[in-house]
């Protein structure tokens, strides 16, 4: 307070308000310098809490580049892999449609051979072991076409399933591979600065991350903290999908390999039986064409024969006709010296040894004319039996000529990637090597330079019969 005469502060007050004021700015003093105090504690504090904030972001910065580095390097080498399957897959898709294609050929040469034997004389369609290999030939090649269809469809289908997954694994590496550069660039300052020029603050790694090879892939670090959080199980399942995917790959691949394997495997059991179906058949054509040709040079020889049995027979039927003629004119002096005897007077037409004679004359000449008349009746039934038997003889020898030009025709079909060849056999006789001019034998002894100029080969056929 003030007192004293006109307002002055009285010394005491004024002292009193000093010793005030210097103890409040004491206390002002002490309070700041707690509150100094309290503040570079939070300083040290927060400097502290944000190390550790940044260590820890950094660290798991660090896991989760390579983390996905790891899933980069495995993605880009399932996609390499996937690649040379497919590619694998695609060769062995070419090899079933080669062969495929390559079975016309044989195909349109057993129809070919079956439509002509179909053309046979009726007396000539037997079903023999050329029909039936030929129609076992067809069979095998109808059934090559069957499992090569359903082989080509399998390994079609594998290769769009092959391409489906590797295009799934590009999707996944290229959201890798930018999920990675969005990553390395959060604590690669020339990473970021490339993607996002700004500038950065003190936290960031001006050096970059150098990542070590990891064996294992891909991996997680367990969570200090008991169970796992939110963030941790999304890392997880992003990894388990790629896993998945990769896994899916897998499978497919190891289908690829297997479909590529049996299709090897088809291949090589189709060429076996249908190479051996057509050796069949070829064996089969040679002992045909050679039995009918043996047939019919019996058939010749055994028209040769019945034509000389013919001119003989017709040769003794003139020389009985002329005898039979012959006697007719005995029998006629023989009636007529009978009829002139019998012109006698009663005392003189009596039976004498002369009238016996004439008798017994009439009676061997009448029954010498009955055995000429029935041998010659005999020997024109025989004849014509031998001329029934020459037109017999002379229609299976036309017929024989047909089914060996038949056959032979056969034998002359060529497949079309032996156009300027001989395929089979097409003559018989000369001693000529089994399958000796097919057009397979004949590439293989034509020199190489020397095949775009290949000039037709004559047909063979052995001469002795196939066992």
Known sequence: GYSGMGGQTLPEDWQGAVFDSLSQAGSSHIKASQDIYGGMSVVRSANAEYGKQRDTVHQHFVQK??????????????????????????????????AHQALAGPTSICTRRLELRSRLP???????????????????????????????????????????RKEDLKEDLLDKQH????????????ALSATFPRQLDKCYNRSGISFATVAGTPRMKTPS??????????????????????????????????????????????????????????????????????????????????LGKV??????????????????????????????RSSKVPREAISDHV????????????????????????MKQTLEELLAMTRQLAEDIEEKDQALAIDRACAGVKNPAHSTLGYGFARVGGGQRHLSDTGSSKMRQTPTGLRASAVPATPRIMSSRVP
């Open 65 to 98: 580049l390579a983390n996905t580095h790891e899933l980069v390097s495995l993605l880009s080498s399932k996609i390499h892999s996937v690649t040379k399957c497919t590619q694998h897959s695609e060769w062995s898709l070419k090899q079933l449609q080669t």
């Open 122 to 164: 009726r007396r000539e369609r037997v079903q023999d072991a050329f029909q039936e290999a030929l129609q076992y030939e067809e069979r095998e090649l109808q059934a090559a076409k069957a499992r090569f269809s359903t082989a080509i469809s399998a390994t079609q289908r594998v290769i769009k399933e092959l391409m489906m």
């Open 179 to 190: 999920g990675l550069n969005l990553d390395n660039a959060c604590v690669d300052k020339k």
């Open 225 to 306: 903290v008991v169970g796992e959080s939110a963030g941790f199980q999304q890392e997880k399942a992003r990894q388990k999908l790629t896993q998945t995917n990769v896994e899916q790959a897998l499978r497919i691949e190891e289908a690829a390999r297997i479909r590529c394997a049996e299709n090897t495997s088809l291949l090589e059991a189709t060429s076996r039986a249908l190479k051996d179906a057509h050796r069949s058949t070829q064996a089969e054509m040679a002992a045909k064409v050679e039995h009918t040709e043996v047939f019919r040079q019996e058939l010749l020889k055994q028209q040769k024969t019945t």
């Open 311 to 340: 001119a003989e027979l017709q040769k003794y039927l003139g020389l009985t006709a002329e005898k039979l003629e012959a006697i007719e004119k005995p029998l006629t002096a023989n009636e007529t010296r009978e009829r002139i």
């Open 355 to 378: 009238s016996e004679a004439l008798h017994e004359q009439q009676r061997a000449l009448q029954g010498k004319k009955m055995q000429l008349q029935s041998q010659t009746a005999v």
